[in-house]
């Protein structure tokens, strides 16, 4: 379907708008009558208990998984919608949604420079890479990637010698390489030293209003670091939108999540 303009949410652009989604899985309902919109260039943190329906709400989105009921719609800047449901994900990936896995994916044998180039926007198949030359203009958007990851310095080594969260780095730099609309990215702190978390928020950060941004992570302090809006999801539906602030107070979001985290750590 068309529409004359990209929809508006509280006087600002969207670029999704997920409505009245619901999944099941052997009658267990991961999702229930989700409804979630995300504004263009919005970096939005999403947390929740396990079994909340997070990683199926990612599935769903790139269309790893289809909603029993309900639309999952990307905005065009020209105007039109695009309704996922009906695509296949890699017709998804191809319209600019980019996702990263918590373990990242990169090509360890091969340089840092290298999982760049195999990334970039191109046509890909058998006599296109035989034959492809890297140009002027693939070498600057190359070296721009790497410099926004901070891997510049690294470009010629190999992937494998990466430390966890350079590794990290390079996966979203891969991803940036396609020139996303939306970037879903999950538990990218995972596993990351005090200081790579903390380089790791620096660089979302940088990337909000350039793209728009989906991110889950249990770290609360580096939610902390990154929130701009928060969105709390409890057996498959929201519970909770807000600031950092007010949803960290809020009541029931401590009694389904927030206490648990406490509970988790204190055992640790």
Same mark, same amino acid.
């Given at each position: ?124 198949? #058998? ?8 140009? $002027?203009? +693939?070498? %600057?958007? &190359?070296?721009?990637? *790497? ?90 539906? #929201? ?8 949803? $960290?107070? +809020?009541? %029931?979001? &401590?009694?389904?999540? *927030? ?10």
């Amino acid at each position: 379907m068309t529409m004359n303009h990209t929809p508006l949410y509280r006087d600002t652009l969207l670029i999704l708008s997920v409505s009245g989604v619901t999944k099941a899985f052997d009658g267990f309902k991961a999702i229930d009558d989700l409804n979630f919109y995300l504004e263009e260039g919005e970096l939005r943190t999403i947390i929740g208990p396990n079994g909340a329906g997070k990683s199926t709400f990612m599935d769903i989105i790139t269309g790893r998984t289809r909603p029993d009921v309900g639309s999952v719609v990307l905005h065009e800047t020209d105007g039109h919608d695009l309704n996922l449901g009906k695509l296949r994900e890699y017709e998804i990936n191809r319209l600019g949604i980019g996702r990263k896995f918590q373990t990242p994916s990169i090509y360890k044998s091969h340089t840092v420079y290298d999982n760049v180039v195999l990334s970039l926007n191109k046509e890909r198949g #058998v006599f296109s890479n035989l034959f492809y030359r890297e140009s $002027k203009q +693939d070498r %600057e958007r &190359i070296m721009e990637v *790497l410099k926004t990851v901070r891997l510049d310095g690294r470009a010629h080594d190999l992937a494998g010698m990466l430390s966890h969260g350079q590794k990290q780095w390079l996966e979203i730099g891969m991803l940036l390489a396609q020139d996303p609309r939306l970037l879903l990215i999950d538990e990218p702190a995972a596993g990351m030293s005090d200081e790579e978390t903390e380089r790791t928020g620096e660089l979302l950060l940088s990337l909000e209003k350039k793209h728009s941004l989906i991110v889950i992570e249990h770290d609360m302090e580096f939610i902390r670091q990154i929130a701009r809006k928060v969105t709390v999801l409890h057996q498959g539906h #929201v519970l909770k939108e807000g600031t950092f602030a007010n949803v $960290k107070s +809020d009541p %029931e979001v &401590i009694e389904v999540y *927030l206490g648990r985290q406490g509970k988790k750590a204190e055992t640790h």
